[in-house]
Every structure is written in structure tokens, then in C-alpha cells.
């Protein structure tokens, strides 16, 4: 399994920036009160049932498959409806108040852009400590962005320090869900660990919200063999006559340790 120590999306965000995807607009469209954990569990849930990662068949309680499929239509209507309001926004500022100084300028922009090019330095020289107090000082001033968290937990991963780094991690999902790098990074620490569940989720989380990001489910087939793996072994240790799955088992192992 592979991280990623980069966003494809440009970055720093702004709350009126074209984004890519729908989704990824309206969870950005969204104010600050709207990142807590409490609506990121309720984002988790709505993705994972609107992508089919909760198989809502294998749910007994009728009740409940109709109030999972609720929250995920719930969810894409507030989200599409932040959207709207944040454009409608946008143009009456363009229009009344052309001259109006945008949220970021051009010169925080740069000196923002500076900033994380001599933390990345600093990480590629391995001076972590003053590369993690730089990006604590660019994540306190401009909360909104998480570009600086997402390298300090990079800076974390590398340092060994993993326990530290899925916190940061988990912080960061929680505040934008949307984002799926984090998720997928996330995912690679959780399988070291061999939470392999954990990773899974994860995984689904990130192709929910960026389907054509092709590292996440090559990532997500690497973990489903690893779980074939864990079932096959089982189930040959629990009937030694099995031939079956001694033989699927070899046959998932090989395949990984080819790609490998």
C-alpha cells in the first residue's frame, strides 16, 4: 500500500474557490460551525450509505435502511443548498462591491506558498521539529486550510512516530471529510497496524468522495486481499480437509507478493 504526500487539489482553499466536484464545492460552501466532528460522523455515514459501502440489505430493521438513505439525501440537499447560497454570495459581492478586498491576497497567498515550500525543505533535510513548528504556526493562523496539517502528519509518518500521526490524521478527516488523501493515508498507517477493518473504511470513505482516484482503490484491493487471506487461513485451519482455501490462499499470497 502507498500514501500520498500531496493534495491534487490546488491549495490554500478558499471558502469561494472552484472546486472540483460537487460534493467537494458544498462541504467547502459550508461555514466553519459546520466541521465538527458531530457533522463529519454524519458526513462519514451519509457517504459510505449513498456509495454502498453500509450493505443496508444486511440491516434487519426496515426502520433503519429508510433513515440511513434519509441521511444521505438529507446531506446532499444541505450541501447542494450551501453551495447555491455561497454562489448567490459571490455575485452580489462581484457586482456591488467589485473593489472589495478579497478574503486571501495575493501577498498571503505567496507568503503562505513560501512557507510550506521551506517546511517541505525542511522535511526533505529531516529537521522535523522545526518543520512541524512551522506548520503549527501556518495551521494556527489560517485554520480553514488544511494543507500545513495534512504535511505535519506526513512529517509524523516520517519520523516513525504513527500513533501521532493517525491523530493528526483523524483530526483532519474530521474537520474535512471530503478530502480523500487523509483518508487514504490514513488507510495505509491503519494496515501497518494490521487494522485492516479500519483501513477499509477508510478506503471506501476516499473513493466515495473522489471515485477516478485510482491510488485509493488500488489501495482498497490490496487491503480486500489481505482479508480474503485472513478468511481463507481461517477456514483451512478449521477443516484441514479443505483444499480449497489452503489453495485460494496460496494463490492471494503470491499474487501479492508479485506486486510487491
Aim: aromatic share 6%; no cysteine; net charge positive.
Amino acid at each position: 500500500m502507498r500514501r500520498v504526500t500531496y493534495y491534487r487539489t490546488k491549495w490554500p482553499v478558499t471558502p469561494n474557490s472552484k472546486l472540483s466536484g460537487v460534493l467537494f464545492a458544498s462541504i467547502a460552501a459550508l461555514p466553519n460551525l459546520a466541521r465538527g466532528p458531530t457533522l463529519a460522523a454524519f458526513w462519514r455515514l451519509a457517504l459510505t450509505a449513498k456509495s454502498g459501502a453500509i450493505p443496508l440489505r444486511s440491516v434487519p430493521n426496515r426502520v433503519l435502511q429508510a433513515t440511513i438513505h434519509r441521511i444521505a439525501i438529507v446531506a446532499t440537499a444541505i450541501a447542494l443548498a450551501a453551495q447555491m447560497v455561497d454562489v448567490r454570495a459571490a455575485d452580489s459581492d462581484a457586482t456591488s462591491t467589485s473593489s472589495a478586498t478579497p478574503e486571501i491576497s495575493d501577498a498571503a497567498r505567496k507568503a503562505y506558498a513560501e512557507s510550506m515550500r521551506q517546511a517541505r525543505d525542511l522535511l526533505a533535510q529531516k529537521k522535523y521539529d522545526e518543520a512541524i513548528a512551522t506548520l503549527d504556526k501556518l495551521a494556527a493562523e489560517r485554520p480553514r486550510e488544511p494543507q500545513a496539517r495534512f504535511l505535519k502528519a506526513i512529517a509524523l509518518t516520517d519520523e516513525k512516530k504513527n500513533e501521532d500521526a493517525i491523530a493528526a490524521y483523524r483530526s483532519l478527516v474530521a474537520d474535512f471529510p471530503e478530502m480523500p488523501e487523509p483518508h487514504n493515508n490514513l488507510a495505509v498507517l491503519y494496515a501497518q497496524k494490521g487494522e485492516l477493518a479500519l483501513a477499509r473504511d477508510e478506503l471506501l470513505l476516499a473513493v466515495s468522495t473522489a471515485p477516478d482516484y485510482a491510488l485509493a482503490h488500488e489501495n482498497l484491493g490490496d487491503v480486500y486481499a489481505k482479508l480474503a487471506a485472513e478468511q481463507y487461513e481461517r477456514a483451512a485451519a478449521l477443516d484441514k480437509r479443505n483444499k480449497t482455501a489452503s489453495a485460494k490462499l496460496k494463490m492471494v499470497r503470491d499474487a501479492t507478493q508479485t506486486a510487491q
